[in-house]
């Protein structure tokens, strides 16, 4: 049966015989969707240096035609387009060739090192080449500007002073005025695996009872003191603050963009706060890599040159929501809500403090289960105010049982390649 597949993905990739030789067969896990994919072909491949046929793809169906392809010796596939954990398989199945002497051919594309670093994969030579973001970032009504700690600068704020502003906007105002997503169709998982866990522990998963990891969540208990309790309800909070509920809020960019958008003049975005071991964040990081052996390898390489250009990274953002990763000044014309999220991103990455921490990944069918751990642990000791190390204890065996089911290895900030990624 595999064979077959095997076969049948090679072979798909000359749809209905329009592929030609000269062609850049440019395969993406991204915008798959009709509407989505005719938006890059018409748009943002438009004036591309070559003519490209743009391929959506599955990322399961994706690693095993890259597998196939190499295995039999006839790869047609010249680039690749996936999110940073999609990648990783291919890169450790050996099927895409290192791309450091590109990076320097990219005519004066420049990227933070926070992301250049995790092309690595855990080796000493680059696979990954970035393309576009998205990313977590907070927003703040202007008015509670107004109740920040004496020095804290916005686009440097530290967990402390996060807790301190909330009590200062309480005492001002009367009312609970932080909001996190905590409601059943919230993203909640995500601050702790991306933000706060890492940001305290310098971990994303090994040191998951280490005295750091429990300093952490002793301090959002005393956040969880100046939240609004009906987070636990909230699944985008662009709707508490536009509805006046909060005035501050912590979430995925695009469930605030809405807020910034419609109400530019009422609200202000900024990087997520700093923790003892770094500004943690958690980038929704797409990027690009070639195949050992791929066809039309100069030309793929003009092609990412293409995509990487000021403009159609701008145009990137317009059309699809994708933020940009090479550092460049935004079009003036940008509506100013985007433009206010870019900036809170562009700080976020770029701060000295920056700590990525990335989208867990090899957990297969059990990423629901993985994610479910982390929200009922949030659960039980911030809400229900149970014991934070038996608590702890306590989930570290379902945690464990998980990676090791699965062989998961661990991921950045955790160092790369230990499978399974077995917590201490």
Known sequence: MKTVLASAFIASIAISGTVK???????STQFRPVEEAQKVRSVLLKNAPHKVDFVGEDDSLMVTRAIAEKEGKKVSVALYGALHGQMAPMVA???????????????????????????????????????MQATFIMVAHKDALKQLP???????????????????????????????????KGLLHR????????????????????????????????????????????????EPLMAGDVMVAWDHVARLLPALSDMPTDFVAFPA???PKGRAFMPVLAGFSLPEGGPAAEKAVDVMRHLL??????????????????KMDLPSDLPAGVRNAAGAITAMQGSADALPALIPAGLGSKNGEFNKVFFDTFTQIVVQNQDISKVLDDSI??????VAETKAPCWAPDPAGSAPCMLD
Do not use: H
């Not at 309790?229 to 985008?236: D, M």
């Open 21 to 27: 030789a000269q062609d850049v067969v440019f395969l």
């Open 93 to 131: 199945a050996g099927v895409m060739k290192p791309v450091d002497d590109i990076i320097g051919k990219l005519d004066g594309v420049q990227f933070d090192k926070a992301l250049i670093d995790l092309g690595k994969f855990g080796t000493d030579k680059q696979y990954f080449v970035p393309w």
């Open 150 to 184: 004496p020095g804290a600068d916005l686009s440097k704020l530290t967990y402390t002073q996060l807790i301190e502003w909330g009590r200062n906007l309480e005492k001002a105002t009367g009312k609970k005025q932080i909001g996190l997503p905590a409601g059943p």
């Open 191 to 238: 601050f702790l695996q991306g933000y706060t866990l890492p940001a305290y522990s310098g971990s994303a998963l090994k040191k998951w009872r280490s005295p750091d990891a429990q300093k952490m969540w002793a301090d959002l208990k005393a956040l969880w003191s100046v939240t609004n309790p009906a987070s636990t309800n909230y699944g985008f909070m662009n």
């Open 273 to 275: 706060p700093a923790g």
């Open 309 to 326: 250009s000021p403009k159609i990274q701008a145009a990137t953002l317009v059309e699809t929501g994708f933020f940009p990763v090479v």
């Open 397 to 402: 065996k379902i945690l464990n049982s998980i």
